[in-house]
């Protein structure tokens, strides 16, 4: 089974933006926490990071027939990318989107997600550790 992880923007700069949001540890910290939990539960795993809404349309685009699934934190993009959404729904591979804090519990901006509408499920809040529950779950919806 392979997974391809996706990261908006700003997100390369974990461990120096917002520590008291979204902690210490870094993005290369947080890349070897998710290679490592996929060799426990036996997935392969690509994962990538940009800062630019297009390029995360193209990369969903290329998952069709690819990738069995996405694992997809849009960060700011979340809020405002109906073009996120529209990728999500035109390539049909099943998307868990994933954030790090719990956006529920912020700013009335961040309230909205586009994306939700077309993943099959939504982990947040749990910090680094919501990927992997992302894994998880999003392995036991294609085994399913
Ligand atoms: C985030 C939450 C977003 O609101 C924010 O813009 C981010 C990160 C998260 O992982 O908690 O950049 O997606």
Known sequence: MKILILNG?????????????????????????????????????????????GVLVDWIQSARGVFDGII???????????????????????TVEVHISDVTKREAFRQVSYVRNACVGTVMGHGFAGYLEAMDLLKRTIDS
């Open 9 to 53: 923007p700003n997100l390369n700069l974990l461990g120096l933006r917002e520590p008291e949001v979204y902690g210490k540890q870094t993005y290369s910290d947080l890349c070897n926490i998710i290679t490592s939990h996929s060799t426990v539960i036996g997935v392969d795993v690509e994962i990538r990071q940009t800062n630019h809404e």
């Open 72 to 94: 997809l934190n849009p960060a700011a993009y979340t809020h405002t990318s109906v073009a996120l959404l529209d990728a999500v729904v035109a390539v049909g591979v099943p």
